[in-house]
């Protein structure tokens, strides 16, 4: 099993920044890939940013140019970087990790942080 500790969530002014922050332990030989997730009232999750272990990274269109994502293979963590934020960037954020062995693949997921932007 693999554990997810997400933090740096809370209450924003629309225009700031913010920095999320997720540590993974347990079992965590085999992960390709890092990265976050948001689900906003009413909608589905979303990809907002994931990186692979081959160095590429994957952004969504409503964050790319104002997010940065980092993985940390060394302490197996993922920060992630918003900028510049707005009302609609409210949702509930989540950590997420995909392993891989012999052809399985596993996702794993944190509690999840809520991110609340007021105008």
């Known amino acids: 099993q693999v554990q997810l500790v997400e933090s740096g969530g809370g209450l924003v002014q629309a225009g700031e920044s913010l920095r999320l922050s997720c540590v993974a332990s347990?079992?965590?030989?085999?992960?390709?890939?890092m990265g976050w997730y948001r689900q906003a009232p009413g909608k589905q999750r979303e990809l907002v940013a994931e990186?692979?272990?081959?160095?590429?990274?994957d952004y969504a269109d409503a964050v790319k140019g104002r997010s940065s994502v980092f993985w940390d293979m060394r302490k197996n963590s993922v920060d992630l970087q918003m900028r510049s934020l707005k009302h609609e960037d409210t949702a509930v954020y989540y950590c997420?990790?995909?392993?891989?062995?012999?052809?399985?693949?596993?996702?794993?997921w944190g509690q999840g942080t809520q991110v609340t932007v007021s105008s």
């Open positions: 997420h990790a995909q392993k891989r062995v012999q052809g399985a693949s596993w996702d794993y």
């Open positions: 347990g079992s965590i030989f085999g992960i390709t890939s």
């Open positions: 990186q692979s272990n081959g160095g590429f990274i």
